[in-house]
């Protein structure tokens, strides 16, 4: 369903694509793609598509979240979003907006991204992804094998954190001389533990509603 979109004189060979088809996502990575192919792409899909694309030079992967994707990307977006709120921080929520790099010809649509620490800088305007700096904290879920390094990815963009989280697992990344290093606090929330998030994600699971509120207090009572 994801290849109709493609223009006919970008179709790839049979040899050229991967397909991974799993709980979390259905992926289609497509490889020997130019640049100016991957934006002929973007262009065709419609505003509304759920589709997310990933470009690292010259291999397009196409990604269509299942259930199990979004239940945990909206669950960590409330977590941080709490986090931000309830510590008083500022903060820019970018989503999945596209964070194209053709210098670097590699582009992403991450499942979460926000300004934080560099907000005033993006506020009311915007974001040049050329021009300006990069989102503080990005949020991959990848409960599927990805044929793209999105570590070396978001790390050649500049991006300072990401986030990664396979369904089971977060892991926290921070960047130090161009390069990922994995760690186990977050520096923009120092006191968040992981296991804040997994019991928030486990508890969720049978009320969203209650889940939030009893999170929220335990934030507020732990500053």
Known sequence: MVLTVLPPEIQPSTSAVTVAAKQGENRVALKGISWLS????????PDSRAARLTYDRGILEITMPLE????SRELIGLFIRILVLEMGLKLKTMGSTTMDREDLQRGAEPDCAYYIQ??????????????????DLVV???????????????????VPEFWRYNGQEL??????????????????FPWMQKEYLYNFLEEAQQDEIAA???FRAFVRENL
Do not use: W
């Open 38 to 45: 991957y934006q002929q792409i973007l262009k065709a899909l």
């Open 68 to 71: 199990t994707h979004e239940y």
């Open 118 to 135: 560099n907000q005033p800088k993006v506020a009311g305007k915007t974001v040049d992804f050329s021009q300006d700096p990069p989102p």
């Open 140 to 158: 991959e879920v990848d409960i599927t094998h990805t044929d793209i390094d999105k570590n070396r990815l978001y790390a050649s963009m500049g």
């Open 171 to 188: 892991k926290i990344y921070t960047l130090q001389e161009a390069t990922y290093v994995e760690c186990d606090r977050s520096p923009t």
């Open 212 to 214: 939030e509120v009893k």
